[in-house]
């Protein structure tokens, strides 16, 4: 029996679990669909109705990028992979910026559907429901990156190792000796930085070392952010010896911090931070960092577009690249403190 609202493309699509693309290559009779798909949609439709739509014209050549905030190397890394993948097949890149929002605006969007790209990339940033079923019932596929916030089961999404990136660097600074390690997280609303805390607290959890609350930092990945959360815990009577920034932003922040108190990296101040940006390598010393594949994550979720607007569905629907340490020369022992030697039984005694 038939529903009283008859369902569009995206639902149908939705109930079927295949791509719009392929929900309208069935409606309009065309061949490339295997027969097992092609019978689950028509019984759908059997079964619901289809409202048909107007019929959308050709997409363009572009690939929409939208950006949270174009600001520093991050941006110019996603740009360089996404532009890397559309210049082979010759599609233009349009860029937005979202100025530090999470979510685009509606007429972020009305610009979109005026511009028909062939698929929209959203790093760290998303869209409202309601946005996505308008780009799906106008056949535009979306693919996140760096999602900001866990991704909607429908919508292909590329990251990072961002949990084994936090333990790896927080190892990295307890295999050098150090124990009193801070941290400076992203938003409370980042994905990506509350798997690194959470990484964080899994290396100190197995080295036997109880988080100190005083030294978990709330940040918003950026240098200011950074600046302010590693002057507060360097001003502690017992303060950090080390400090993982979770992006190279804050890290930055974490060397002003200390060259404002005085204290030295390495020296008395051990700092790494997450992602690798080109120009940490020329921070004075050199920032000791997890390398985040920005790049090769953008190419990947270009080519995963690419294969949604051709009316395929990618291998995978989640993609996550790995991470890897690269250590510099901002990380060392930590400094001897006379005063945490007293009482304390040689290890050997132990």
């Known amino acids: ?83 890397e993948v559309a210049r082979a097949h010759e599609l233009t890149v349009g860029i937005s910026d979202l100025h530090r929002g999470h979510t685009a605006a509606d007429a972020w969007l009305e610009g979109v559907l005026r511009r028909r790209p062939s698929g929209v990339i959203a790093v760290f ?15 535009i596929p979306l693919v996140l990156l760096d999602p900001a916030d866990a991704p909607h089961k429908n919508i292909p999404s590329v990251g990072a190792g961002n949990w084994n990136g936090g333990l790896t660097a927080t190892c990295h600074l307890l295999e050098l000796g150090h124990r009193r390690i801070g941290i400076i997280t992203g938003p409370d609303s980042a994905l990506s930085g509350r798997a690194r805390l959470d990484g964080y607290r899994t290396a100190l959890d197995m080295a036997g070392v109880t988080v100190d609350p005083e030294l978990v930092g709330r940040g918003d990945f950026l240098i200011e952010g950074g600046l302010a959360e590693a002057h507060r815990m360097l001003r502690l009577p017992d303060r950090p010896t080390a400090i993982f920034a979770t992006n ?65 569905q990618p291998l995978q629907s989640r993609v996550e690249l790995a991470t890897e340490l690269v250590v510099r020369e901002s990380t060392a022992p930590p400094p001897f403190r006379p005063s945490e030697a007293e009482g304390r039984a040689p290890e050997s005694a132990r």
């Open 248 to 312: 190279d932003g804050q890290a930055i922040g974490v060397y002003h911090a200390a060259h404002r108190l005085g204290l030295r990296i390495p020296d008395d101040l051990s700092v790494i931070g997450f992602d690798d940006l080109p120009s940490v390598r020329w921070a004075i010393p050199p920032l000791t960092t997890i390398r985040q594949p920005l790049a090769e994550m953008a190419a990947a979720a270009t080519s995963m577009l690419l294969t949604l607007a051709q009316g395929e």
């Open 125 to 139: 940033s998303g869209l409202t429901e309601a946005q996505h079923e308008q780009l799906a019932r106008r056949e």
């Open 1 to 83: 029996m038939t529903m009283e609202s008859p369902l569009t493309i995206a639902q149908l699509a939705e109930l079927a679990g295949v791509s719009t693309a392929t929900v309208s290559k069935v409606v309009n009779g065309r061949s490339e669909v295997s027969s097992a798909t092609r019978a689950a949609v028509e019984e759908l439709i059997r079964q619901h109705g289809y409202r048909r739509q107007r019929r959308r014209s050709t997409p363009t050549a572009l690939v929409e990028l939208v950006f949270h905030a174009l600001e520093g190397d991050y941006p110019v890394e996603i740009t360089k992979g996404v532009a």
